[in-house]
């Protein structure tokens, strides 16, 4: 009797062993499956780094008149959206167009005794004064374009940057070739007229007034919107004060604040995808155009100053994280580019058969939540 109740214990035992057994199992498969994953995850920061800290960027442009006057004609209103020279506002031309002509009355005045030539001297100052002030509004964008270029390196192409000193250029090419025929008018009327104070004053004042004149009328920079801009006919607008506030829609970019651990294989010309809280369930396609390579570690950002990133706070100490600009590789998200909106983006830094796919699984899953949002 004692040795069949010994054998049914032995035998209890090794069933309960058994029973055990699966549990061991599917602990184990737990434990594996948690260090792949890990391992997948520590893998991904550095072959497809991820971010959900993200934000759209581009030109934002004060209007800011160079003349005093009140405002005869307002043609947009908030948030219109407007397409490269087209008139924002019209200052009152009337003071201007009698200053022109008073300065050319002037001018004829200190002239009348040196013939025919004066004429020729009022439409060449003319023109000079058109070409100074186009001059001066392609000097005024470039100054832009490189502030842009400065603060965010890399998000202008050099094909921007090109663009706007050909223009610089030409204009200055345009006043060069005004202030010659000026010259050769002024030559025409002989040595008198060369020396002649009272003329070279009057042929200023004609080109001052006429740029005067030009700048009553505020045009778009570029294709755009208006991000501000409250006011009506009838009100006084004074020199150098802004207006209104333009956002460019030609170009657009993104600029996202990546780990230090997710920078180690990323490079210029990467693939990337992006996802914009404007536009959910979609997925756009970009390029690495820069890569940060210094951060202030408190806050500042003004000129002179390296930019502020967002950095993630929790129980353990973040990596600090860098900007990297992304820019869109076509023109679809064109209307989803609104200056400080969210963005989330992965950035494919190899051709990883298994990364890879993950990767683009997770942006499109994240573009599907973003309706949550």
Not at 6 to 18: I, M, P, V
Not at 229 to 252: C, E, K, N
Request: hydrophobic share 40%; with cysteine.
């Amino acid at each position: 009797m004692e040795d069949s109740a010994g054998e049914s214990a032995e035998s209890d035992t090794q069933d309960l062993k058994k029973r055990a057994d699966p549990a061991k199992r599917l602990t184990r498969i737990v434990l594996v499956a948690v260090a792949i994953l890990f391992g997948c995850h520590m893998a991904a920061d550095r072959y497809t780094p991820y971010t959900t800290l993200g934000r759209i960027d581009g030109f934002i442009v004060p209007v800011v008149p160079q003349v005093s006057g009140y405002l005869t004609e307002v043609n947009v209103r908030l948030h219109d959206a407007v397409t490269e020279h087209q008139v924002i506002v019209q200052i009152d031309p009337l003071p201007y167009e009698l200053a022109v002509e008073s300065a050319q009355a002037s001018l004829e005045l200190a002239g009348q005794q040196m013939g025919a030539q004066v004429a020729g001297i009022e439409a060449a100052a003319g023109r000079l004064g058109v070409s100074q002030a186009r001059y001066d509004i392609t000097k005024r964008n470039l100054a832009r374009v490189e502030r842009i270029a400065r603060e965010h390196p890399g998000a202008l192409s050099e094909a921007d940057l090109d663009q706007a000193r050909a223009s610089v250029s030409q204009s200055e090419s345009s006043v060069i070739s005004s202030q010659a025929n000026l010259r050769a008018a002024q030559e025409q009327l002989g040595v008198e007229g060369d020396d002649n104070p009272n003329i070279r004053a009057a042929v200023a004042a004609v080109a001052q007034a006429q740029f005067n004149l030009t700048n009553t009328t505020l045009h778009a920079p570029s294709d755009g919107v208006m991000g501000d801009i409250r006011l009506g006919v009838g009100h006084y607008a004074m020199a150098g004060q802004p207006l209104a506030t333009f956002i460019s829609s030609v170009d657009g970019w993104v600029q996202v604040d990546m780990k230090e651990n997710n920078l180690g294989r990323m490079k210029v010309g990467d693939r990337a995808e992006i996802v914009l809280d404007a536009a959910p369930g979609k997925v756009f396609q970009g390029e690495v155009v820069s890569i940060g390579f210094g951060i202030e570690t408190s806050p500042g950002g003004s000129l002179g100053e390296l930019q502020t990133t967002e950095q993630a706070k929790g129980w353990l100490q973040d990596p600090k994280r860098f900007p990297v600009i992304l820019r869109f590789s076509d023109q679809e998200p064109s209307g989803y580019r609104r200056a400080g909106g969210q963005a989330s983006a992965v950035v494919y830094t190899g051709s990883n058969w298994i990364l890879n796919p993950i990767a683009w699984l997770r942006i499109r899953l994240h573009a599907l939540v973003s309706y949550a949002r």
